[in-house]
């Protein structure tokens, strides 16, 4: 394997021109960072399991290639999954994965942190890994093998990745990838073992270091709970957060070439006090905080020069719930009138004032409008709590039309809790009820899209215990929603069955799981996201291999009393507040938004401290005024489950 | 903002990286460098604002080059002095501009006025017959070759064609110059096939743009 820079550039230059789209393989953008190698303590490679077009969109990654190269003793370096025809030529010449920055090998690194935000990229991931030199496996690591990190929301459930990854970090990354560097450089310096390593890393606030454990399975085969093998490593793994957002990352690297997002990405607020019930983001991003006005504008002011982008994306899981939403979109209009720029505003609510706030951004571009109402019948709304009255959307979307959107595009959802057949018929006749407002108005250039996706129960969610719909009731489903949204302006788009199956499997899969993933990328899974190469019998094949049924994952309703496998994981909403919360949708009971009211989701025990010394405005929950009140909720925990750093902000 | 509407050419060359950039690509690379630069790159108006923005004749992929030339819209007039100094700092790695120059509105689009490109075909491994075999293709009267599923006379817009002698760097260089009119435009690593040289042994540099007027 060529180890050398300027060995790997020179094999470059004879494959790039047989590739497609070479340019995602060359680095050299605007804004990149180089550093001198030689000269620089700590080299940390960031890698996104992906394509570049995507990786390049990654805000998360972003920020962090910020954050760490704005460390003099360290420098961090991009790597992407190159698609199979580079694949190929770099394995046949013998090219290992490189930094797109200075063409090092990526074994060459220290640490390797992999972007893991959806579960189709396991298989890219140990497919990297192995395209580096590296062993896929964390038991066959050697002191001299890069340390591998992964986090992402996917990693919430750790576990079927559990084998292949050193450490994962639990929760929001932008602090504690700085406490990873400092506890390296200090084991760097003592030339402890690799073990070593990994327990004094357990020892921080959101790291989970699954080597240190082995979970225990009953006779049933159902996962019973998970024994630590040190007396170090936590019980449980409380997720990290950030307890004040930072002022926002404003350098981003320019591509050269078409990435899905070029923008400039602002996130204007972390977390939502909506509460889906299906929505993994929602609760594991409590608490909400928010980003003041002044400073998201001058975010903007800034990241505009240092990249040209023409597009801002204003980013949140609820764009409308920001506290001064209309003053923010006033402002950004204002400051940036004669810049050219398109604005997009993600995840409006469905309510005429949304529609205020488009027409607010001035945004010449009216080709469409999304609205979410993820269900088309007020009972199905109310058991995944979006409670939104048809007549709300019917009037939201009259107003849409009205100020000269032509287009609207609804997502729903199959597959939720206790559907039924007419529950999914109304997706098509509310679609119809939407298309005959808009003809009423624009004739026939109005159009309605239905995006319609099938429901996974994620973990962390109150809806976790539920299973969920087989191939075959997907089928039936999407074949009627087919043929009914048929004709002119109206259209339909779906995901396919065997791609919700993988996507369930492998976010609901416990530690076992690794088997079938990685007999899977043995026979050739890679790019799962990706129609072209998802292979879904390989997959079938790869069950049968690891000795696993599918559908005990899958189709097996949870008894109510179940340990999850990824219990010890704590995003700090109680366990007990999920159950409640299930308990309350088969119910037909909704919960309000939870700035009016707290329903001790377990976010503010936990970070009482926290809370306190970020006051007022700064979070969304209420405030935590006396240590008697916050003892109060104290008692719902067990405290001998928490690691001493989440203890100590008690 | 009509009645200051400025058009600047700009003469740059593109290596490094950017080279594998294509020609849509290459001119968002440019709105943005302008944009970072803070230079009043004009829109035009419509659906999609466009940034008003003209490239000569498009650069193949993987290809480098000394002889690009943009022409760019300006809402209004800026010293080439200010421009420079605006744009040195914006630009990306492997773009370098040579020089500046405005030109009449009225003037016909850049592409309409490109006569022919001048290219070095540097070769990978020796052939020691590439000045006959030069001589040979262009004794041809034609050359009948495949260009994505039709089939052309490649010998027309072949103008130019010689070896080189020997550089310093070892390496056999081909000179070509090649019609680029809009509808007859030849490509270099057609002409190294036609030669019996692969083309992903071939590194191109295009050398020279010659614009009609010039033409004798």
């Not at chain 1, 760097?188 to 070593?196: A, V, W």
């Not at chain 1, 990290?240 to 350098?251: E, G």
């Not at chain 1, 604005?343 to 945004?363: C, G, N, T």
């Amino acid at each position: 394997m060529i180890i050398n820079p300027a060995e790997i550039q020179e094999t470059l230059e004879l494959i790039l021109p047989q590739v497609q789209k070479p340019g995602r393989y060359t680095g050299g953008e605007f804004n990149q960072v180089v550093k001198d190698w030689g000269e620089t303590d700590l080299k940390v490679a960031l890698v996104f399991p992906d394509l570049y077009e995507l990786g390049m969109s990654n805000l998360g990654l972003a920020i962090l290639y910020d954050r760490l190269n704005q460390r003099p003793d360290v420098l961090a370096e991009r790597a992407y999954a190159p698609w199979s025809d580079m694949e190929s030529r770099m394995r046949s010449k013998g090219i290992p994965l490189y930094s797109l920055e200075s063409l090092h090998p990526l074994s060459s690194f220290d640490v390797i942190g992999f972007s893991l935000p959806y579960e189709t990229l396991y298989t890219n991931t140990i497919n990297l890994l192995n395209l580096s030199g590296i062993p896929v496996f964390s038991s066959e690591r050697k002191s001299e093998h890069p340390l591998i990190i992964a986090g992402g929301h996917a990693t919430y459930n750790p576990e079927p990745m559990a084998p292949f990854i050193d450490a994962f970090v639990i929760g929001e990354g932008e602090e504690i990838i700085l406490e990873i560097i400092d506890a390296l450089k200090i084991w760097k310096d003592q030339g402890k073992s690799r073990r070593e390593l990994l327990i004094s890393l357990s020892s921080l606030w959101g790291i989970y270091i699954p080597s240190l454990y082995k979970p225990k399975y009953g006779q049933d085969g159902v996962f019973t709970g998970i024994d630590p093998l040190e007396d170090k490593a936590p019980r449980q793994i409380v997720k990290r957060i950030t307890a004040k957002l930072p002022p926002p990352t404003t350098r981003f690297i320019v591509p050269y070439i078409d990435t899905v997002h070029s923008r400039v990405p602002v996130e204007i607020m972390r977390g939502c006090t909506r509460g889906c019930r299906f929505c993994q983001a929602g609760m594991i991003t409590r608490p909400v905080r928010e980003r003041p006005v002044e400073e998201i504008i001058e975010a903007i002011s800034h990241a505009l020069d240092n990249t040209g982008f023409e597009e801002v994306g204003l980013l949140s899981l609820s764009s409308s719930d920001y506290t001064d939403i209309l003053q923010l979109v006033q402002e950004v209009s204002k400051h940036f009138a004669d810049r050219h720029l398109s604005i997009s505003l993600p995840s409006l609510r469905i309510e005429s004032f949304s529609v205020e706030l488009m027409d607010a951004l001035k945004d010449a571009r009216r080709s469409g409008f999304t609205l979410a109402p993820e269900a088309a019948t007020e009972r199905m709304r109310e058991i995944i709590n979006k409670p939104v009255s048809d007549q709300q959307l019917l009037d939201t979307c009259r107003e849409i039309f009205n100020r000269g959107w032509h287009n609207i595009k609804l997502y729903f959802m199959i597959g939720h809790p206790a559907e039924t057949m007419d529950d999914v018929k109304a997706i098509a006749r509310l679609c119809r009820d939407v298309l005959q407002v808009g003809k009423e108005i624009l004739g026939w250039r109005a159009q309605v899209t239905a995006g319609v996706s099938t429901f996974v129960p994620k973990p962390h969610t109150p809806f976790q215990w539920v299973a969920c719909d087989t191939v075959d009731q997907i089928y039936a489903k999407q074949r009627y929603l087919k043929a009914a949204l048929r004709g002119k302006g109206l259209k339909l788009n779906w995901n396919s069955p065997e791609d919700t199956m993988l996507e369930a499997w492998l976010s609901r899969g416990d530690r076992r799981m690794a088997d079938v993933i990685y007999e899977a990328w043995r026979m050739g899974a890679i790019f799962d996201a990706w129609k072209e190469h998802f292979n879904y019998q390989i997959w079938i094949q790869a069950f049968e291999k690891a000795g696993l049924d599918p559908s005990f994952y899958t189709h097996r309703e949870r008894p109510i009393d179940e340990t999850f496998p990824w219990d010890h994981i704590s995003t700090t909403v109680r366990k007990k507040f999920l159950t409640e919360d299930y308990l309350w949708s088969l119910q037909g009971k909704t919960r309000v938004d939870c700035r009016e009211r707290c329903f001790a989701c377990g976010i503010l025990p936990t970070f009482a401290e926290l809370r306190r010394e970020n006051p007022g405005d700064v979070w969304q929950c209420p405030e935590v005024k006396t240590r008697k009140i916050a003892a109060r909720d104290l008692e719902i925990l067990d405290l001998e489950l928490l690691p001493v750093i989440a203890k100590s902000s008690l | 903002m009509s009645e200051t509407l400025t058009r600047i050419r700009i003469n740059f060359s593109k290596t490094a990286s950017i080279r594998f950039t294509g020609h849509l690509d290459l001119q968002k690379t440019w709105e943005r460098t302008f944009r970072r630069a803070r230079l009043p790159i004009a829109y035009k108006q419509g659906f999609n604002p466009q940034a008003r923005l003209n490239l000569a004749l498009a650069l193949p992929l993987g290809f480098t080059s000394q002889c690009e030339i943009l022409d760019v819209w300006l809402e209004y007039p800026v010293s080439f002095s200010e421009l420079e100094s605006r744009l040195l700092p914006a630009l990306p790695p492997g773009l370098e501009i040579s020089r500046f120059q405005e030109v009449g509105l009225s003037e016909p689009a850049l592409q309409t006025q490109i006569a022919s490109a001048e290219y070095h075909i540097s070769m990978d491994n020796q052939h020691p017959d590439v000045q006959s075999n030069c001589e040979v293709l262009l004794r041809s009267a034609s050359i009948i070759r495949q260009w994505k599923g039709k089939s052309y006379d490649l010998r027309p817009l072949i103008l130019e064609l010689r070896a080189l002698p020997e550089g310093s760097g070892g390496k056999q260089v081909i000179f070509v110059r090649l019609s680029a009119r809009e509808g007859a435009t030849g490509r270099p690593e057609e002409v190294a096939s036609a030669l019996g040289i692969s083309p992903t042994l071939t590194r191109v540099h295009r050398i020279k743009l010659a614009f009609m007027n010039n033409e004798i």
